[in-house]
């Protein structure tokens, strides 16, 4: 079955090319034009079943990314992301199946309507093109990243780091012969294997090919890509979410959404990282917010007047910083308003635009809320952990986007087309 | 009902300094979310009574500004751009009248699901936020890029051209102190007055208080725009548009869109550059073509084919460069190819993804034209001059966006928002 079996090699050697990258990349893009759903989810499924029937072959090269890792004293934690194993590598092919059996968005009529002069426009969701991925150390994202922006249609250029390199080269490298099999361009699919930083610097540079560029992982990269892109870029991923208690809300499910946003996991985006309080619940809501907080391990760092409810040495002071951190550990910070609008600005000012919660009873402070909060997602009596593309039904999520352009919030396949107006007529000319 | 005289000196003061203009915007931006349709309509109305009112002081800055251009010599047609009169400003009044008449976009529910959970999520088109506007010598682009921001909920923050200076100030300062008369703040237009560049390209860099940048103009600014930015960029405006006879085009027809798209005004972006034909019709088509397009004046530039067909000395020699050429100007480049996919690829190759055309009563040849063509705007039998806010219905049109993310083609009021996700539950937590 195994195709050519130098495409590594291949793929090592086409690396730093960007020009040669390119013209294969815009090949590729018109290639896949014309495949339609079914080979497209034929091709995925192979693909899945590639990942696993090739397992050793990943496992060996996964070895030699730990091994270094090892040698240059990498943390048990940073391991433990980078590591592959046999179920991994099963959930991995699992996720590429899930993709093959979502709906495909290319195509898709979003609107058609007849013009007085008798043309018809025809407003269609289309393949946003090539879409380039810089990451971190999951090899995962490798499988992942591409299937979903292969069903919606698009090119994948992938930048993982250097530590999952091997990995990825070997994954990658599965999937190219598993798309050649299948009569679809191996093109794409290119993983950029040179980890010279120089060379992703210059990869966020080229318009020439790439039409989106989403970073995937800290926000040191995400901010770093920012700064150096030359092409547009979706932003992902830092949440600085907030859980406000309003003056009418039911305590009992306050303090249960604030522990759910906090501590069910803390380590993920849509994780609380302050709460915010009236302070005419106050008095009533932070000594058991302090207790619970506490017995889950939680830090809290708070401004004077809720310490001073708190009554406890181990409650920190809160800096400006704070207020503006996201933490991604078991620490949080605290503040008291006055009142809703205080809350909103508070919330407004600090916050990534990613996801916060008011718990209230109160519909109408509830809709300000909803309504004035500036970001992606925002919650009435929800915990902020549900901002995830499963979570919303889209069945996938590439990350979660916290600018204002294009996609807001969850970002599934349809998140990663954009749409291109069709127009016929016959014989429309302009007067 | 002048409100604050010196206003013009509060705008220029408060230029430079973007940490303050930040503050501004960013209060203001809390502020207009307040505002709902009616209190907007009313204030842009009044705006467009105001323009009319004071057209004395706006014809006297636009004076400083031609004097200061015939002085180091603009050219006619920079400074026939730059001219205001009575009934130009008349029509500005008319535009601004008109986008307060059209569906305000804010809050409009695209999609509402229920989950398993209980929870029920909303998607809501919402404001961008604040969207900073950079535009070159036409002053008549102040009220116009104001109205459609702030009619979409938008801040806005205006870069002019130093040609048009003092028109911009008198013309900011108008609506500002009309806005305020209205009970609105006045800081949801604010204005930068230098005209330096290095303020200018400070402005591109704060991310800290702009969503969304657009630029209005030439391809240059355009390219500065996207290579300086920071911020998240809508280009717009280059168009470099085909129009492609194929073999079976009704010819009469094909020449008729070909002389609309190029010669009914060629110095816009959905006028035609670049004539692609089908082989088949080459020598039955461009005989008549070439009569037609140097009867309008066009200068030809062809390939050798073509060249040999027209059979006259005033066709040029279309070099590379003109092929992906912008003229904007009385030129047309000319190709022959030798079937649709070789058309497909060489408009693919040169276009700026903008508007393009096919000519033919060959149905699968034009859907496969309109699916593998990646313009904003794909016709068929149709001139590319259709590519208009206006034309398609929109009632008023910021620009036309030849990128892939976000916006695609005319932009009008619904392209100036993004959208939010508001759940509302009763206590959902994650498990």
Sequence with gaps: MRFSFPSIYDILFSMTDFTEMGKKAIQAKGDLIQADTEAKN????????????????????????????????MKEGLLDRLK??????????????????????????????????????????????VIGI???????????AFSLCFKSGNVTVLKGGSDAISSNIAIAGIIRRTLEENGITPDALQLIADTDREVTKEFMR?????????????ASLIRTTVEESRIPVIETGTGNCHVYVDRDADLSMALD?????????????????SLVVHEAVAEAFLPEAFRALTEHGVEIRADAAAKRIMKDA????????DFATEYLD??????????????????????????DCIVTKDQSAAERFLREIDSAC??????????????????????????????????????????????????????
């Design 42 to 73: 034929r091709a995925l499924l192979s693909v899945a079943d590639a990942l696993v029937a090739n397992a050793e072959e990943i496992l060996a090269a996964n070895e030699e990314d730990l091994k270094r890792g090892r040698e240059k004293g």
């Design 84 to 129: 592959l194993d046999e179920k991994r590598i099963a959930a991995m092919a699992e996720g590429v199946r899930e993709v093959a059996a979502l709906p495909d968005p290319d195509g898709e009529v979003l609107e058609t309507f007849l013009r007085p002069n008798g043309m018809e426009v025809q407003k269609v969701r289309v393949p946003l093109g």
């Design 134 to 144: 810089i990451y971190e150390s999951r090899p995962n994202v490798t499988a992942d």
């Design 206 to 218: 080229r318009r020439d090919f790439i039409d989106v560029l989403i970073p995937r992982g800290s």
């Design 257 to 273: 959404i604030l522990i759910n946003a906090k501590t069910q996991r803390n380590s993920v985006c849509n994780a609380a990282e």
């Design 314 to 321: 181990r409650v920190k002071d809160a800096t400006e910083e």
């Design 330 to 355: 078991a620490v949080i910070s605290v503040n008291i308003v006055k009142d809703l609008a205080e809350a909103i600005a508070h919330i407004n000012r600090y916050h990534t635009k990613h996801s």
């Design 378 to 431: 925002v919650y009435h009596n929800v915990s902020t952990r549900f901002t995830d593309g499963f979570e919303f039904g889209f069945g996938a999520e590439i990350g979660i986007s916290t600018q204002m352009l294009h996609a807001r919030g969850p970002m599934g396949l349809r998140e990663l087309t954009t749409y291109k107006y069709r127009i016929r007529g016959n014989g429309q000319i302009r007067h």
